[in-house]
């Protein structure tokens, strides 16, 4: 049978959806637009959350609080929940499992897979993210105080995701502590890469798998990093810089171009060091087996 739909309702003010008789039919509901600026999650008795405030989304089947602001072809399916304030633009595909977390922008024509966690941060438009990506979760970072005791750092701004982006799987990106994590537009992320806060990627990047970027890292436009590339907190990659895979950046990369090794040095560089050290490694062992073979030889009588 098919299911009737109530007619759209615009609401100035999230108080007056009490105010509708309550029925089995489906109801599109749209509140106004909320802020984007940081909110900081209560915990105690306060934070303890009203499900009555949530309602089933008529085109999938997930869950969306009333102060939501969903537009009406967007798709949330079954075990999808989209908290308060979030706003989810046109032709959006929230998938099984994710959590949509408070305040949380998503623009149009987004997918998401199985079992995402978007929370304190936006996500912009075209967008692919994949099965297990978090991203807007607390930074790592902690210090010691006059005690003796690990203390936490705030973490309290968000992370921000530009256009036509594409995350692979089980990635993580954390949010800002002093300045927004940024991923710039058109920037491809493979799989199992971590993002630490208060980084900034530039736009049109390539992030192969097994990457990890420290925190307040700064990467500019073009950058490429090969598989399992780390790179050290507070530093600079210029923009059209290429890293080979397993390449470890300590220090500032102020100019264009190849880089490989540990510490990551110029191409040519690193190459010539490689094979150096393969030669001295094969006179070393050419030597040792000479002399081994002339103290065991008998003399001849």
Known sequence: MAMRFAKLIALSEPKISALLPKSNDAAIVFSRLVSTNCTTQNTGEGAKMDYQDFQKWCNGGGLFHKSA????????EVGAVVHSESVVGANVY????????PSVTIGQSTRTGYNVVLSNCTVGDFCVIHHGVCIGQDGFGFFVDEQGRMVKKPQCLKARIGNYVEIGASTCIDRGSWRDTAVGDHTKIDNLVQIGHNVEIGKNCML?????????VTIGDYVILGG????????????KVRLAANSCVTKNISEAGDYGGFPAMPIHEWRKQVVSARQTSKEFWHNKKKKLVSDISIPST
């Open 94 to 101: 929230v998938g099984t499992g994710n959590v949509v977390g």
């Open 228 to 239: 399992r590339v780390s790179i050290k907190d507070h530093v600079c990659v210029a923009s």
């Open 69 to 76: 602001c969903i537009h009406p072809s967007a798709r949330i």
């Open 208 to 216: 192969c798998g097994q990457v990890g970027v420290a925190g307040s």
